[in-house]
């Protein structure tokens, strides 16, 4: 059974950071592309940042390059979040996925299998 476990969400201020993890377990991590999503209230899940399985490429949305890096540590299964600068507009539920190789572009959000339950992150202003 295929688990993906977010944590380090929270409440922090306008230009402070948090760093977001993400442990997968019951899937061969080293072969798929880990992605970031958030939802805020109202809007529909949106692709933030992904990174490959083959040369670790990452690629990010325009709205946080520059603030936010994704890593993966395959030893470990994990993949981090780290955001800094945070704004009010980054507040949102983040969650992380799986995409199975060739299954999709890294921000088509139905490429993704399987997904975490997703962790809160809040920036008041």
């Known amino acids: 059974q295929v688990q993906l476990v977010e944590s380090g969400g929270g409440l922090v201020q306008a230009g402070g950071s948090l760093r977001l993890s993400c442990a997968a377990s019951?899937?061969?991590?080293?072969?798929?592309?880990m992605g970031w999503f958030r939802q805020a209230p109202g809007a529909e899940r949106a692709f933030v940042a992904a990174?490959?399985?083959?040369?670790?490429?990452?690629y990010y949305t325009d709205a946080v390059k520059g603030r936010f890096t994704v890593s993966r540590d395959n030893a470990k299964s994990t993949v981090v979040l780290q955001m800094n600068n945070l704004k009010p507009e980054d507040t949102a539920v983040y969650y992380c996925?799986?995409?199975?190789?060739?299954?999709?572009?890294?921000?088509?959000?139905?490429?993704?299998?399987?997904w975490g339950q997703g962790t809160q992150v809040t920036v008041s202003s």
């Open positions: 019951g899937l061969t991590f080293s072969t798929y592309t």
């Open positions: 996925a799986a995409k199975p190789r060739g299954s999709g572009t890294y921000n088509f959000t139905p490429a993704y299998k399987y």
């Open positions: 990174i490959t399985w083959f040369k670790d490429s990452t």
